[in-house]
T-cell receptor
């Protein structure tokens, strides 16, 4: 089975940087995804990591360490519209579906 | 269409009734997934279709739940004899395959069982 942990809530200030951590335990790892979900809306894809290291995409970056079962999503120059739930999801090597963490609700304050 | 669409957006039903939820995936996507999201919970996998292969039903919580995908495109999730614990947002996703096989989600159907 799989177990994915991420903080339930985080608060940060507009313009700041925030790091959302995700730890996972899987029987066979085949990729980690981050999604953003605004209240009442569909999750939208942010990033994909399958190899160790940092993937940068504009204001958002995602890091993976497979040996530690650890990832983080880094959000820079925070904007009010970044207030949302951030979902960490892992694919097990033997299946195509994703296993999701419970999500981290980020609130950006002015 | 540009993205995954689902209907209805909201469904209120009485306990014991059957419901059907529909998903239209992105054109050309061969894989289709159903998940559900209960209040305060992460997304929970239900079922997965890939092309003409037999679906992976390993996530269906009971035999009251079933799904089909006709013509390799549209999918219907059916819940028979609904129970209050079935209340959740049911999300559909589709993907093109490939190394990352990124899943793209629809807006979901919010099901409320009274």
């Amino acid at each position: 089975g799989q177990n994915i942990d991420q903080p339930t809530e985080m608060t940060a200030t507009e313009g700041a940087i925030v790091q959302i951590n995700c730890t996972y335990q899987t029987s066979g790892f085949n990729g980690l995804f981050w999604y953003q979900q605004h209240a009442g809306e569909a999750p939208t894809f942010l990033s994909y990591n399958v190899l160790d290291g940092l993937e940068e995409k504009g204001r958002f970056s995602s890091f993976l360490s497979r040996s530690k079962g650890y990832s983080y999503l880094l959000l820079k120059e925070l904007q009010m519209k970044d207030s949302a739930s951030y979902l960490c999801a892992v694919r097990d090597g033997s299946a195509r579906q994703l296993t999701f963490g419970s999500g981290t609700q980020l609130t950006v304050l002015p | 269409g540009a993205g995954v669409s689902q209907s209805p957006s909201n469904k209120v039903t009485e306990k014991g009734k059957d419901v059907e939820l529909r998903c239209d995936p992105i054109s050309g996507h061969t894989a289709l997934y159903w998940y559900r999201q209960s209040l305060g919970q992460g997304l929970e996998f239900l079922i997965y279709f890939q092309g003409n292969s037999a679906p992976d039903k390993s996530g269906l919580p009971s035999d009251r739940f079933s799904a089909e995908r006709t013509g390799g495109s549209v999918s219907t999730l059916t819940i028979q004899r609904t129970q209050q614990e079935d209340s959740a947002v049911y999300l559909c996703a589709s993907s093109l395959g490939g190394p990352s096989d990124t899943q793209y989600f629809g807006p979901g159907t919010r099901l409320t069982v009274l």
